[in-house]
């Protein structure tokens, strides 16, 4: 059985990606006050949710989703928000997920990094000879939000699932360990696979001979990637005691790709250019040496897997390969290609 790991929630100060936020927000239809009526009492300004890479605290997501339930005045929000999420919606772990070799490999995928998309929750993954369960629990009290994400999850997954066989499979279904809301009649709109309402755990559950089908966007190259930019984002959100360094380093493991700078960094925190500088220092590091860590640690790993260089230099948000040379023998003394052939003769 595969579990995902959870991280550290005593303060709630997990972050979100604020795409979710902006989402509910369009869905709303909602203006410029009414923006500001979503994000009361969470300190966020609606200014902060412009950027692609913004992002909120779990305890700032938690009172915009009891906020939006307020202003829609639909319990059912959760299925509107859900059935409005793409694959893009997901970042890196979901193009993981939609990469990868067969739905098997997708399910794993998603538990495993699921913390970096929904922190909330925990999830595990087992299979036994006839049936494959995903399921998940509150990693923290949720409250009255919890049927809302989970409406969001679930539909995230029937995504995912569509998307990776061609289809859902047949015998899928999803069990929740909650009553019956009153707008239940609405799931059969939004759900094309059978929902169990009071059972004993919240899950997807389908035949474990699904497990075995092609994913229609299977790229391994691209899978080892993502994954490994994952795995280093999930390393530092998981590491304690690594305050606002150890966060950036969590940023920037996910977000390579994208070539991220100091201001777009500093608009993710919610902190000025010059603010980040100084707080970085007071932790005797820099954005460029951050910048340059993770670069380097993802350089050497990529380059174990056997990957095309200038894929890899992609992948670490160069344009040029050439500037992915001379960085890489500035930190190996020696060229990626030298680095790959001694690693491969000492492995």
């Given at each position: 059985?595969q579990s995902s790991v959870t991280p550290d929630h005593s303060e709630r100060q997990v972050r979100i990606p604020a795409s979710y936020t902006r989402l509910m927000a369009r869905e709303l239809k909602l203006d410029k006050d009414g923006m500001v009526r979503l994000l009361a009492g969470s300190g966020v300004r609606p200014d902060d949710l412009q950027h692609a890479d913004a992002t909120l605290t779990l305890a700032q997501h938690e009172v915009t989703v009891r906020n939006a339930k307020a202003l829609s005045g639909d319990a059912g929000l959760g299925l509107i928000v859900g059935s409005a999420l793409s694959l893009s919606s997901h970042g890196a772990a979901g193009y993981a997920a939609t990469t990868s070799a067969?739905?098997?490999?997708?399910?794993?995928?998603?538990?495993?990094?699921?913390?970096?998309?929904?922190?909330?929750?925990?999830?595990?993954?087992?299979?036994?000879?006839?049936?494959?369960?995903?399921?998940?629990?509150?990693?923290?009290?949720?409250?009255?939000?919890?049927?809302?994400?989970?409406?969001?999850?679930?539909?995230?997954?029937?995504?995912?699932?569509?998307?990776?066989?061609?289809?859902?499979?047949?015998?899928?279904?999803?069990?929740?360990?909650?009553?019956?809301?009153?707008?239940?009649?609405?799931?059969?709109?939004?759900?094309?696979?059978?929902?169990?309402?009071?059972?004993?755990?919240?899950?997807?559950?389908?035949?474990?001979?699904?497990?075995?089908?092609?994913?229609?966007?299977?790229?391994?190259?691209?899978?080892?990637?993502?994954?490994?930019?994952?795995?280093?984002?999930?390393?530092?959100?998981?590491?304690?005691?690594?305050?606002?360094?150890?966060?950036?380093?969590?940023?920037?493991?996910?977000?390579?790709?994208?070539?991220?700078?100091?201001?777009?960094?500093?608009?993710?925190?919610?902190?000025?250019?010059?603010?980040?500088?100084?707080?970085?220092?007071?932790?005797?590091?820099?954005?460029?040496?951050?910048?340059?860590?993770?670069?380097?640690?993802?350089?050497?790993?990529?380059?174990?897997?056997?990957?095309?260089?200038?894929?890899?230099?992609?992948?670490?948000?160069?344009?040029?390969?050439?500037?992915?040379?001379?960085?890489?023998?500035?930190?190996?003394?020696?060229?990626?290609?030298?680095?790959?052939?001694?690693?491969?003769?000492?492995?």
């Amino acid at each position: 059985m595969q579990s995902s790991v959870t991280p550290d929630h005593s303060e709630r100060q997990v972050r979100i990606p604020a795409s979710y936020t902006r989402l509910m927000a369009r869905e709303l239809k909602l203006d410029k006050d009414g923006m500001v009526r979503l994000l009361a009492g969470s300190g966020v300004r609606p200014d902060d949710l412009q950027h692609a890479d913004a992002t909120l605290t779990l305890a700032q997501h938690e009172v915009t989703v009891r906020n939006a339930k307020a202003l829609s005045g639909d319990a059912g929000l959760g299925l509107i928000v859900g059935s409005a999420l793409s694959l893009s919606s997901h970042g890196a772990a979901g193009y993981a997920a939609t990469t990868s070799a067969d739905l098997g490999e997708a399910l794993r995928t998603v538990t495993r990094y699921l913390p970096l998309r929904a922190p909330y929750l925990s999830a595990q993954f087992e299979v036994t000879e006839d049936l494959a369960i995903w399921r998940v629990e509150p990693a923290i009290e949720l409250g009255d939000n919890l049927l809302f994400l989970l409406e969001v999850v679930f539909l995230a997954l029937q995504s995912l699932l569509e998307f990776t066989a061609g289809g859902l499979p047949p015998g899928c279904k999803v069990t929740l360990g909650l009553p019956a809301p009153r707008y239940a009649e609405r799931y059969r709109q939004v759900f094309r696979m059978p929902i169990q309402f009071g059972a004993s755990q919240h899950s997807l559950i389908l035949p474990a001979a699904c497990l075995n089908i092609p994913c229609a966007s299977a790229d391994a190259p691209s899978h080892r990637g993502l994954r490994l930019q994952c795995e280093q984002a999930l390393q530092a959100l998981n590491q304690p005691g690594g305050g606002l360094a150890q966060q950036v380093r969590a940023y920037l493991a996910e977000r390579l790709q994208d070539s991220p700078c100091i201001d777009q960094a500093a608009r993710h925190f919610h902190l000025s250019s010059r603010t980040l500088v100084r707080r970085l220092a007071a932790d005797a590091t820099t954005f460029q040496t951050l910048l340059d860590e993770v670069r380097r640690g993802q350089a050497s790993e990529l380059l174990a897997v056997r990957l095309p260089i200038d894929s890899i230099a992609e992948l670490l948000g160069y344009r040029d390969p050439s500037n992915f040379g001379r960085a890489f023998r500035r930190w190996f003394g020696m060229s990626p290609s030298a680095y790959r052939n001694q690693h491969h003769q000492n492995g």
